[in-house]
């Protein structure tokens, strides 16, 4: 099948502790990224990559570190720096060519947990 | 700056009339426009989008949406709603010459049977 896969479901931090979400896609897209959702904020940009080793920041990158290594996988790190990880992180992939006209693909999602 | 709005945080139906969610945006240059469905604790689903061409849009299980220049609009309808289709919606517009895509902050469609 093809498609967008995130592990784990669920992820617990302790405080000051670095943890690594994964996220990996088989769909041949060029372009992958991060969202962060919050309740009743919708979905914020972490980072984004339109191409393997290059990859930019978005909205809200202090805190997140990311990677991209190859095609198919793109993922990211929640440092200690990020003071409020607690939330539901959000992959993401897109054919990428010609602009911001073809949909995007999501992941089932990542609950990040800090404890 | 580009931004997507959705004015209502919640949308309440009765089961069988028509729904409307509604979008508005304001960006540079022609807009690609999205909706997505997102239901709890899962990912987003692509439901339809707007490029170019005739403003009605049809979609996935039923779902149309009319893209309204003049208006910077785009909203989200279905003529009889199930049950089923209660869930989170979202808008999002995405940039003519740049893979990025800005997020609305969601509606809660409620349909009660």
């Known amino acids: 099948d093809g498609g967008i896969t995130q592990s784990p479901k669920y992820l617990f931090r302790k405080e000051g502790q670095n943890v690594t979400l994964s996220c990996e896609q088989n769909?041949?897209?060029?372009?992958m990224y991060w969202y962060r959702q919050d309740p009743g904020q919708g979905l914020r940009l972490i980072y984004y990559?339109?191409?393997?080793?290059?990859?930019q920041k978005g909205d809200i990158a202090e805190g997140y570190s990311v990677s991209r290594e190859k095609k198919e996988s793109f993922p990211l790190t929640v440092t200690s720096a990020q003071k409020n990880p607690t939330a539901f992180y959000l992959c993401?992939?897109?054919?990428?060519?010609?602009?911001?006209?073809?949909?995007?693909?999501f992941g089932q999602g990542t609950r990040l947990t800090v404890v | 700056a580009q931004s997507v709005a959705q004015p209502e945080d919640q949308v309440n139906v009765a089961e069988g009339n028509p729904l409307t969610v509604k979008c508005t945006y304001s960006v540079s240059g022609n807009p690609y426009l999205f909706w997505y469905v997102q239901y709890p604790n899962r990912g987003l689903q692509f439901l339809l989008k707007y490029i170019t061409g005739d403003n009605l849009v049809k979609g996935s299980y039923g779902f149309e949406a009319e893209f309204n220049k003049s208006q910077t609009s785009f909203h989200l309808k279905k003529p009889s709603a199930l049950v089923s289709d209660s869930a989170l919606y979202f808008c999002?517009?995405?940039?003519?010459?740049?893979?990025?895509?800005?997020f609305g902050s969601g509606t809660k469609l409620n349909v009660k049977p």
């Open positions: 993401a992939s897109s054919v990428g060519q010609g602009g911001g006209n073809t949909e995007a693909f």
């Open positions: 769909l041949n897209h060029d372009a």
């Open positions: 999002a517009v995405g940039l003519y010459n740049f893979n990025k895509f800005y």
């Open positions: 990559s339109q191409i393997v080793n290059d990859f």
